[in-house]
């Protein structure tokens, strides 16, 4: 099983819809949680940080921790054309190590 | 807003040259980072830097490759000698205290041909 999964989409909304992202890990150990926005050939971007489980709100931006499950969300409400672009989930750190583990990301379209 | 600050942008190299990645981190933070992200790949740690040397290093970092905060603002990746398969985006991330948010730079398309 992959450290952490993400489905890499791409995943196509209509404007103004609600968007939901998610990743699943295998470690049970992380601790620390961070999404990214990546445009094209640009570097990640951060969005939202959690530590440990619960949500977090910041404007449309929710992300959610289910450490029982080993799921996060990135929720996006009011989703905007600006909004496509990569979604990059990451975790970490690795047990004795400052090393945060990336997913693959998730390629969002917004269609206007 | 602070940001971390990556030159050159774009470097072409021979294979075999060497190279210098160059990263100006957040002015107050206390914890590097290079990764590295292949065409259309996820992103990989290579090394993490605290305290004027190497935390953790990936098996990606191999003997090719160093790192070193030469004064109080710059940190750099050397490439001694790079391969084909070292053409990426390389992107220099800092954190201001241990297991925080990374905070990553624009990157530096290194292009080996």
């Known amino acids: 099983q992959k450290e952490v999964e993400q489905d890499p989409g791409p995943l196509s909304v209509p404007e103004g819809a609600i968007v939901s992202l998610n990743c699943t890990y295998s470690?049970?150990?992380?601790?620390?949680f961070m999404w990214y926005r990546q445009y094209s050939r640009k570097g990640p971007e951060l969005l939202m940080y959690?530590?440990?489980?619960g949500n977090k709100e910041d404007g449309r931006f929710t992300a959610q921790v289910d450490k029982s499950s080993k799921y996060i969300s990135l929720f996006i409400r009011d989703s905007q054309p600006s909004d496509s672009a990569t979604y990059l989930c990451?975790?970490?750190?690795?047990?004795?190590?400052?090393?945060?583990?990336f997913g693959t990301g998730t390629r969002l379209k917004v269609l206007a | 807003e602070p940001e971390v600050t990556q030159t050159p942008s774009h470097q072409v190299t021979q294979m075999g040259q060497e190279v210098i990645l160059r990263c100006v981190p957040i002015?107050?933070?206390?914890?590097f980072y290079w990764y590295r992200q292949i065409l259309g790949q996820k992103v990989e740690f290579l090394v993490s830097?605290?305290?004027?040397?190497?935390?953790?290093k990936s098996e990606i970092f191999d003997d090719q490759f160093s790192v070193e905060r030469p004064d109080g603002s710059n940190f750099t990746l050397k490439i001694r000698s790079t391969k084909l398969e070292d053409s990426a985006m390389y992107f220099c991330?800092?954190?201001?205290?241990?297991?925080?948010?990374?905070?990553f730079g624009q990157g530096t398309r290194l292009t080996v041909v």
């Open positions: 991330a800092s954190s201001g205290q241990e297991n925080t948010e990374a905070f």
């Open positions: 470690n049970s150990a992380f601790q620390y």
């Open positions: 959690t530590y440990s489980s």
């Open positions: 990451a975790m970490g750190p690795v047990s004795g190590t400052y090393k945060y583990i």
């Open positions: 002015s107050n933070h206390l914890y």
């Open positions: 830097f605290y305290n004027n040397e190497i935390s953790e």
